[in-house]
């Protein structure tokens, strides 16, 4: 007790260091750029926030159509998730989530923007409702693991993109249970084994295609 007399108690650097950085569980992530914010600046964000929305969905669009039909399963094999991935990674999870909801929209209202043309509320609620649905959260979680800077990298934009391929088959499967009234493991059969190959080489390009326009994007900017 005689050494607090000379004035107040005074923790030792090193415990000032563990409470204001260990236990600091609020303290954010770093905020990496993602592709899109490389594109020339504007003053009307407003109006670049709905551009790079509609590319998105556009872009979804299209390669919603580049499908084909495994015999066997009600799911085609479509550019679709690619579509989704790529785009989440590039634009970030924000305009990548608002993106996807607009395609829906879009599909919703009547123009032919899923696979073969599809489009209408008996399409949207058919048996491949929950992997449309699964685009949105994947966008978000894909986007997010950007803005985290793992963008960057072939073995993290891989490992990115195939948490997002799981992303989209969490719902997917689920309601093609329901929606077909089949056991899970049935609607894994249907909705999931025949897709696995197709995931592994869709992360595989895009483990090629981001890191390469990162580094593009930086020589351009060291001339």
């Excluded at 998105?56 to 495994?70: D, E, G, N, R, W």
Aim: proline letters at 6%; glycine letters at 10%.
């Amino acid at each position: 007790m005689a050494g607090h007399r000379s004035g107040a108690f005074r923790p030792p650097d090193r415990f000032a260091i563990v409470t204001t950085s260990t236990l600091d569980l609020t303290s954010a992530r770093p905020r990496h750029a993602v592709l899109a914010d490389r594109l020339p600046a504007t003053n009307a964000k407003a109006l670049r926030f709905a551009a790079e929305v509609a590319g998105v969905a556009a872009f979804t669009a299209l390669l919603a159509q580049v499908s084909f039909h495994i015999p066997g399963t009600p799911v085609p094999v479509t550019g679709q998730t690619f579509a989704v991935l790529l785009a989440a990674a590039a634009v970030g999870p924000l305009r990548g989530v608002v993106g996807q909801s607009f395609y829906l929209l879009l599909g919703l209202v009547g123009l032919p923007v899923f696979s073969d043309g599809a489009h209408g509320w008996n399409y949207f609620v058919g048996s491949t409702f929950g992997f449309l649905i699964g685009f949105v959260l994947a966008s978000a979680v894909v986007g997010r693991q950007a803005r985290r800077g793992l963008d960057r990298k072939p073995d993290t934009v891989a490992a990115s993109f195939l948490l997002g391929s799981a992303l989209i088959y969490l719902p997917g499967v689920w309601w093609l249970s329901h929606h077909l009234g089949v056991p899970y493991s049935k609607a894994m059969e249907l909705g999931v084994y025949p897709f696995l190959v197709g995931d592994v080489v869709k992360a595989a390009v895009a483990a090629c295609l981001l890191p390469a326009a990162w580094r593009l994007l930086g020589a351009r900017r060291s001339r």
